[in-house]
């Protein structure tokens, strides 16, 4: 009797996804409370025991940032999915922070470049909203991360763009 073989794979996975750590190497992670809804991936600032997205200038200045990291059991309700997309954190959900290491996140514009500063959103434009990074400052509504920058340039993969942000806060 014959048997079939697979030769082919028809799912094209997507490099990394918003949040998700980019390599084990030694890192910080903190746990704070969210006071807000937190996609993963964002650029978040802490108040004592909580955070939030960050929403001023001096949030994203002021060093008591961090980037939400990825959380399956939050995700498209506790499933593993084979996509970007996820809930993220909803409000009174403990969030684990990265202050320090590499994480992948979704650039705004889509043009990230390797060793190039990274630009935390701290106003709405649009559809883009606060805790977005980019490469630029999009006429004021983002301001240069303190001791981030560009890890990796922009990829895009089954359909998203991504690229990894290196962080050290203090």
């Known amino acids: ?70 959380d399956e059991s939050k995700a498209s309700g506790g499933s593993i999915p084979l996509t970007t997309s996820g809930a993220g954190y909803q409000i009174g959900d403990p969030v684990r922070c990265l202050r320090k290491n590499k994480v992948w996140v979704t650039p705004e514009e889509g043009t990230a470049t390797a060793g190039a500063a990274v630009f935390g959103r701290f106003t709405v434009n649009g559809a883009l909203t606060p805790g977005g990074f980019r490469s630029d400052t999009d006429a004021g509504k983002a301001v240069a991360i303190p001791r981030a920058q560009y890890f990796t340039g922009a990829s895009t993969t089954a359909g998203a763009t991504v690229a990894v942000v290196e962080i050290n806060t203090p």
């Open 1 to 70: 009797m014959p048997t079939s073989i697979q030769t082919s794979v028809a799912f094209n996975a997507a490099i990394g996804f918003p949040g998700m750590l980019y390599d084990l190497s030694p890192h910080d992670v903190v746990t704070r409370i969210a006071t807000a809804v937190i996609p993963f991936g964002t650029l978040v600032v802490f108040s004592g025991e909580n955070c939030a997205p960050v929403g001023l200038t001096g949030d994203v200045t002021a060093g008591q940032i961090a980037i939400a990291l990825r």
